[in-house]
């Protein structure tokens, strides 16, 4: 398991009550602290759900351009056929994949940030941005909550609700997140249940509305575990939903056939006030390198998907929810 010395400063903070905001990359390598005045000197801008650090500025909107270049169904296919090779071996059973695609748009990060509307927004200059519906882990008087977001489609399709709780892949693929959430939560908590399953949730986009399938886990935090952030984390990185099962074998697959590094996508951040803590998994997702933007997203792979139907979802996910 990767160490990090942030992840004992977080328990120390925790364990006084100091509140403080993080993030975790995807491999667990870059682990990064903020005090309430240190977010403001670093100029992140955060839009959770209880918790905001937003400059008093506004941007007014005048005129949206957006332009994608998702890589071919040829080069798609090729780290697809990776995984499902895994997965026939047995070596896997969920591999979540995704893709990094360049993105012409007029607007700024910081614009983006202002003008998108989600559960979860951060802001951080000269590197990335995202507006993120999926929560990763709550704690609220020691009972600590998990909320895996898996299954999405297009709302416009007839009966959308019922054709994603009863598709057979996606059920499949849910079902195997959610289990393995449970079984994670029970590292750090007792009396581990799902309190919901299958919550359906409207995501609107600027061209469109989607549809996303996600449950409720919960549990009383272990004696050991109480008041101490960084020690959870440890044991729940990387966020299950967005790697897949087993996590450490399939984290080897996806990383070799990805062929790119995710960086902060798909890792974790979250607020602690001096008591509770609010955390997100950082997708919908927006960096830029060298004053080139990439939008990274990808899906959950299991031995039923069909690179076809895979592809499509990339591209879907490949949105800014401005309306």
Avoid at 6 to 28: I, Q, Y
Avoid at 31 to 42: A, D, G, Q, R
Avoid at 282 to 301: A, L, N
Wanted: hydrophobic share 35%; charged share 25%.
């Amino acid at each position: 398991m990767p160490y990090h010395q942030n992840f004992d400063r977080m328990d120390a903070l925790s364990l006084e009550g100091e509140p403080f905001f993080f993030m975790v990359d995807f491999l667990m390598v870059n682990v990064e602290i903020f005090s309430p005045n240190e977010i403001s000197e670093k100029g992140l801008l955060i839009d959770f759900q209880d918790f905001k650090a937003i400059e008093s500025k506004h941007t007014n909107f005048i005129s949206f351009e957006w332009k994608a270049y998702p890589e071919s169904f040829e080069s798609y296919q090729k780290g697809f056929d990776e995984i499902k090779k895994e997965l026939r071996a047995g070596n896997s059973y969920l591999a979540n994949y995704t893709r990094k695609t360049p993105i012409e748009t007029n607007l700024s990060l910081e614009e983006i940030f202002a003008l998108t509307k989600a559960k979860y927004k951060v802001y951080y200059p000269g590197k990335f941005v995202f507006f993120s519906p999926e929560t990763f882990v709550e704690i609220i008087d020691d009972k600590i909550f998990a909320h895996p977001m898996k299954g999405t489609i297009e709302a416009s399709v007839p009966n959308a609700a019922v054709v994603l709780k009863n598709d057979i892949k996606e059920k499949a693929e849910h079902y195997t997140v959610v289990d393995l959430l449970r079984n994670d939560l029970s590292m750090v908590a007792d009396d581990v249940k799902v309190d919901e399953f299958q919550r359906i949730d409207t995501i609107k986009t600027n061209g469109k509305e989607l549809l996303a399938m996600s449950s409720e886990i919960s549990g009383n935090l272990k004696p050991d575990f109480q008041g101490r952030v960084g020690s959870i984390l440890k044991y729940l990185l990387p966020a299950g939903s967005i790697l897949g099962a087993p996590k450490r074998k399939t984290q080897s697959i996806v990383i070799k056939s990805e062929g790119y590094d995710r960086g902060w996508y798909t890792g974790v951040c979250g607020y602690f006030d001096g008591k509770n803590l609010d955390s997100c998994v950082m997708i919908r997702f927006i960096e830029v390198k060298h004053e080139q933007k990439f939008f990274k997203s990808g899906g959950g792979i299991t031995h039923m998907s069909t690179a076809e139907s895979e592809y499509e979802e990339m591209k879907n996910k490949i949105y800014v929810p401005i309306y």
